[in-house]
Antibody, heavy 119, light 112 residues
Framework: EVQLVESGGGLIQPGGSLRLSCAAS????????MSWVRQAPGKGLEWVSL???????YYADSVKGRFTISRDNSKNTLYLQMNSLRAEDTAVYYC?????????????WGQGTLVTVSS | QSVLTQPPSVSGAPGQRVTISCTGS?????????VHWYQQLPGTAPKLLIY???NRPSGVPDRFSGSKSGTSASLAITGLQAADEADYYC????????????FGGGTKLTVL
């Protein structure tokens, strides 16, 4: 059974940094399109970042220049490095696998990890 | 303000049929990009419900169906059950500016 397990969330002060991890099982992270999606408390889903198998990366305007998506092939793990965190980054962060056909959709999701940015 | 517009809430009695709309524009749904739907039960992660406008992943009951026309899409649920009470989100791709994957604001389905 496909599993995505996020970790690394927690309470962090504004301006701080945090790295989220997403460990995958059954499939290979590096061979798939992978993404991060977040959900602020009581709000809807917001796409954050996506990485292609070839390594191309994409970011929402709200996080561009502050967040970096990456992966470790040896650990079959996806990461999200978050710098210069703001209160508005407070959310549950989900990692998800993306299937590109018929067009990009998120077929498997992790359980999420909560990031709280507050002093 | 979400790029894709959904009604904040819909409701229906058990056994009834409800529909949830998702309205986009010429840079997303109207540009030909597919629409996908997700169900989020309380306190859980989203789950893929419909992909490619009208396709159901394995295990999703045929009570759930999707359609797309022009700049809009719809999710229909027939034979409403208490277990269907959840938040529903549409998703597509938007080619404006730098391009991005976009979600609707979500619709809360209440089973009366």
């Amino acid at each position: 059974e496909v599993q995505l397990v996020e970790s690394g969330g927690g309470l962090i002060q504004p301006g701080g940094s945090l790295r989220l991890s997403c460990a995958a099982s059954v499939f290979t992270v590096s061979s798939n399109y992978m993404s991060w999606v977040r959900q602020a408390p009581g709000k809807g889903l917001e796409w954050v970042s996506l990485i292609y198998p070839g390594g191309s990366t994409y970011y929402a305007d709200s996080v561009k220049g502050r967040f970096t998506i990456s992966r470790d092939n040896s650990k079959n793990t996806l990461y999200l490095q978050m710098n210069s965190l703001r209160a508005e980054d407070t959310a549950v962060y989900y990692c998800a696998r993306v299937l590109p056909r018929p067009s990009d959709h998120f077929d498997y999701w992790g359980q999420g990890t909560l990031v709280t940015v507050s002093s | 303000q979400s790029v894709l517009t959904q009604p904040p809430s819909v409701s229906g009695a058990p056994g009834q049929r409800v529909t949830i709309s998702c309205t986009g524009s010429s840079s997303n749904i109207g540009a030909g990009y597919d629409v996908h739907w997700y169900q989020q039960l309380p306190g859980t992660a989203p789950k893929l419900l419909i992909y490619g406008n009208d396709n159901r992943p394995s295990g999703v009951p045929d009570r759930f169906s999707g359609s797309k026309s022009g700049t809009s899409a719809s999710l229909a649920i027939t034979g409403l059950q208490a277990a269907d009470e959840a938040d529903y989100y549409c998703q597509s791709y938007d080619s404006s500016l730098s391009g991005s994957w976009v979600f609707g604001g979500g619709t809360k389905l209440t089973v009366l």
